[in-house]
């Protein structure tokens, strides 16, 4: 029984078997594929990293899930990267400092002190892409794009997109000719994800119905 203890695997680290190892391989190579076709570079982060770097602009649950450790060599606190975003951030705007647009996409394993919600995987595979460099509506169009895209190669379906630019919300408010007073108390509720208020305010309403839909 003593011996078998040793082969047990921490709660959310598993071992990827042959099957899956090649369906993993094989997603791989179709997502970098697709995003190489749409101009985005492979970049590798490194797996540890120091915490000022893993941490820089984000928020207390990255923190939170990250793991740390100290550095034998430097003395320095050390994490194991819990989200890449950072990281590929740090590549382009120290590293590459390219003017005008860059496109970097990544995929890897990252490790997570907590699953985010239980039965998850403690040690995801992330992938992403970035465009840097351009703050325009084209750029946005673009990465939701690309986003759809990866859903489609990997066959997900019934897709749900939730946006939360408040230009979209204000243009269809616009479209839909809401008032101040009404655009103002969708806008409130929308905060909330008051579904049910917010559907009911709609139905109330005399607008399109696609619109409405969007809304």
């Not at 989200?83 to 490790?111: F, K, N, W």
Request: some cysteine.
């Amino acid at each position: 029984m003593a011996i078998k203890q040793h082969w047990i695997l921490p709660e959310g680290i598993e071992e990827v078997l042959p099957e899956q190892a090649a369906r993993f391989e094989t997603i791989r190579r179709l997502l970098l594929d697709l995003y190489a076709s749409w101009g985005y570079e492979l970049v590798m982060p490194p797996t540890i990293d120091f915490i000022e770097s893993l941490l820089t602009g984000t928020g207390h649950d990255l923190d939170l899930q990250t793991f740390k450790l100290v550095d034998q060599l430097s003395g320095r606190t050390l994490g194991l990267r819990a989200d890449m975003t950072p990281q590929v951030a740090r590549i382009d705007a120290h590293q590459l400092q390219r003017e005008g647009p860059t496109r970097l996409c990544y995929i890897g394993t990252v490790l997570r002190t907590k699953p985010d919600s239980i039965g998850d995987s403690r040690s995801p595979l992330q992938v992403g892409a970035e465009l840097y460099g351009h703050s325009g509506v084209e750029s946005e169009v673009e990465i939701i794009g690309l986003m759809l895209q990866t859903f489609s190669a990997m066959e997900i379906e019934d897709v749900y997109l939730d946006m939360g630019n408040v230009d979209i919300y204000r243009g269809l408010a616009k479209q839909a000719g809401l008032s101040a007073e009404v655009e103002s108390q969708l806008f409130e509720m929308l905060q909330r994800k008051a579904v049910t208020e917010i559907d009911t305010l709609l139905n109330s309403l005399v607008i399109d119905t696609d619109v409405q839909m969007m809304l």
